[in-house]
């Protein structure tokens, strides 16, 4: 939408004539907004971009990230809160906030303050469900859906490819089936009591992303069709063996199988949260680092060269995080696919193209998806697998990139 | 000043893309690169950016060794402005332009006052502070162009390469950013390489030519020495009328193609 301000084109010429209007017109704070309004002369119908509006931009921006993220934050605050209310039992929202406070009286007890009076049994049950069970699920949901979206959104950016995905490119599969040896290999397990099955999952991730990237990378180049075939097939080949080593092992423990196949959050605990805890969040962090980098290398790794990045080792730092949050998400969760390509898109569609702010972004957009996704595999008294849920969704959206894609390329 | 002493480059077969190349250039000229495809040209760009390792011989900027510095050093002293600008995420003009502050910018700093006044300027002075709110992809080529060589005056360079500024752009277009490039060599008194096919566009506003054939030199300095008849008779297999320009004085190329040729000589 443009404001449209009556100044001849000789008087704007004039800046010091043009000024005073677009001062006036600014400080009526209707004047601009970033990515938004502009102002537009009515006699020639040029844009104008002068005087005050320089000064705000830059304030503008920050102020605009600054919302976005307050909201975003709001949201996946909400989304824990009322996340926990779902299940097969419903609990009301006041009796969560009774929990919550139960708990926080037990834990200031631990610290030797005592308050309030003993709760009832009824309390003490909604605050096992609420605190032991459910709490822990969602709070994991949270961080595997964070660490899927923002390894997706740099992933998307490293490949300069809206279809790249941890899931998409094998990334996914390359963890479970580090998970799946760990779990599972009575020689492993040993080892694995040790290093936790996380670093199996890293292992396996970095193992599928060395694969896909040497397949598809032609020349100094990854063509988009290669990367996508590459990971398809890297993603088939570790799915397969993981599935076939837990089918040997696990001797028909189906809910098991399918909960490190299909995805989901059952096996959700406070330990479970605690091992994820950290990977995701020092992941999520570094990659904030390489935001600037990842914006300069969308116009092309040559031309991010020459503004001064490294890219070729910050190709590779970047890859590597990645690999590492999803992997951390796999190895609690199993393979939830495409919220890594969804969030990012979406949240790209809100916030613009500036990795600044699209990473963390989808990191919290990518947290409250998931947990209202997996709300909706509880609440169903069957307990849908969350990566059927996220797959369903999933991969529409995908085929609805697909065929942007081949118009696009139809039409150039 | 820019020095490139004997360069040669090869991708590791017998073939050599440059063999020995040298050449000198001051601050405040504007240097036309030219010869045939495949003679090296964008080759001899990418080595001086550091994007290639050159097989042999050194460039220095202003005395320091292009291989001793570190990307991010380079890229306060010298900016490229590619051939083909890929854009396809929807960055705003001005964002693209600020971009180009990176180099002096620490990780987790955020661009200031500034560094706005400075992509302001640049994009004054390329004629495109009026697009600064337009996403990138809906620009036109030219547009674009003048964009990205805002981009790499926003790194406040001493050395400012181009690799075929003009292709793909119209008759007024092509001299829009002639006259640019041209105002800036002589403003901000940077050196200027441009690689081009356009040997009239280049003759009438470069200080200088090199004309490359084969990775070799084969002819360097003041336009009327490089486009002799001989010259391009030797670099592009093509015969051509070297004429002077009635109004401006420039030296301008008029080819003669097969039939005329015949003509003339039977």
């Known amino acids: 939408m443009a404001l449209v301000i009556n100044v001849s084109a000789s008087e704007l010429k004039r800046s010091d004539a043009a000024e005073p209007y677009l001062i006036r017109l600014y400080k009526t704070k209707d004047f601009f907004t970033y990515g938004g309004k502009s102002v537009q002369v009515a006699e020639t119908g040029a844009h104008v971009f002068e005087g005050g509006v320089r000064h705000t931009y830059l304030l503008e921006r920050v102020r605009h990230w600054r919302f976005i993220l307050l909201v975003f934050s709001l949201v996946l605050f909400l989304s824990v809160f009322l996340a926990t209310a779902v299940g097969s039992t419903y609990v009301g929202p006041s009796a969560i906030l009774n929990a919550f406070r139960l708990g926080i009286y037990d834990l200031l007890s631990k610290l030797g303050v005592e ?36 390894s997706g959104a740099a992933l998307q950016g490293l490949f300069k490819n809206p279809m790249a995905d941890p899931y998409v490119i094998g990334i996914s599969s390359g963890a479970l089936f580090g998970v799946t040896l760990a779990h599972c290999l009575p ?18 991730s970095l193992l599928a992303v060395f694969l896909v990237y040497n397949i598809a990378r032609t020349g100094s180049r990854i063509p988009v069709d290669m990367l996508l075939l590459a990971g398809i097939a890297t993603s088939f080949l570790f799915h397969a063996v993981s599935s076939l080593i837990l089918y040997l092992t696990l001797q028909g423990d189906w809910h098991q199988i399918i909960s490190w196949v299909l995805g989901g959050l059952w096996l959700a605990s406070w330990g479970q949260v605690e091992a994820a805890f950290l990977p995701v969040v020092i992941c999520t962090i570094s990659l904030l680092f390489f935001a600037r980098d990842l914006n300069a290398m969308l116009l092309g790794e040559e031309s991010a060269l020459h503004v001064g990045i490294e890219v070729e080792k910050v190709k590779k730092i970047i890859l590597v995080l990645a690999s590492v949050a999803a992997a951390s998400a796999v190895a609690v969760s199993g393979t939830i696919g495409f919220v890594g390509l969804m969030v990012p898109h979406a949240v790209r569609l809100v ?25 909706l595999a509880r609440v169903s008294s069957l307990e849908i697998p969350v990566g059927l849920i996220t797959a369903i969704s999933g991969v529409p959206f995908f085929i609805y990139l697909l065929l942007r894609r081949k118009r696009a390329i139809a039409y150039a | 000043m820019l020095r490139v002493e004997k360069v040669s480059f090869s991708y590791g077969g017998a073939r050599k893309i440059l063999e020995s190349v040298s050449l000198e250039v001051d601050g405040g000229k504007l240097v036309g690169l030219l010869g045939p495809n495949g003679s090296g040209k964008t080759t001899l760009l990418r080595i001086i950016s550091k994007v290639l390792q050159p097989s042999g011989g050194v460039v220095f900027l202003n005395g320091k060794k292009v291989s001793e510095l570190s990307v991010r050093e380079l890229a306060r002293e010298l900016a490229v402005v590619p ?8 960055f705003t003009a001005l964002d693209v332009v600020l971009m180009g502050r990176t180099p002096h910018l620490r990780r987790f700093e955020l661009e200031k006052e500034e560094d706005l006044r400075i992509a302001e300027e640049c994009m004054r002075l390329t004629d495109c502070w009026h697009l600064a709110d337009r996403p990138i992809t809906t620009l036109s080529g030219g547009e674009r162009q003048r964009v990205f060589i805002a981009r790499a005056l926003a790194q406040e360079p001493k050395y400012l390469l181009l690799d075929e500024p003009t292709a793909n752009l119209d008759l007024r277009y092509q001299i829009e950013i002639m006259e640019i490039i ?27 030519l090199v004309l490359l054939n084969n990775g070799r ?28 320009h009635p109004l401006t004085g420039a030296v301008y190329l008029l080819p003669v193609n097969g039939q005329q040729h015949t003509a003339l000589h039977s």
């Open chain 1, 351 to 375: 916030v613009g193209p500036d990795h600044r702010i699209l990473l963390p972004a989808s990191a919290l957009a990518g947290a409250s998806f998931l947990i209202w996704a997996d709300a």
């Open chain 2, 217 to 244: 030199i084969i002819a360097a300095g003041a336009v009327r020495e490089v486009l002799t008849r001989e010259n391009i008779r030797r670099a592009f297999g093509v015969d051509v009328l070297v004429e002077t």
């Open chain 2, 83 to 90: 051939q083909e600008t890929a854009a396809s995420f929807e």
């Open chain 1, 115 to 150: 308050l309030g009076a003993h709760a009832g049994e009824t309390a003490e049950t909604q605050k096992l469900i609420i605190l032991d069970i459910r709490l822990p699920r969602v709070i994991l949901g949270a961080l595997v859906g964070a660490a899927l979206a923002v």
């Open chain 1, 187 to 204: 020689l492993l397990s040993l080892l694995a009591a040790a290093c936790a099955k996380q670093v199996f999952a890293f292992l396996g």
């Open chain 2, 182 to 208: 041209k105002r800036l060599a002589v403003e901000k008194k940077l050196v200027v390489i441009m690689a081009s096919h356009e040997l009239n566009l280049v003759a009438s506003y470069c200080d200088e």
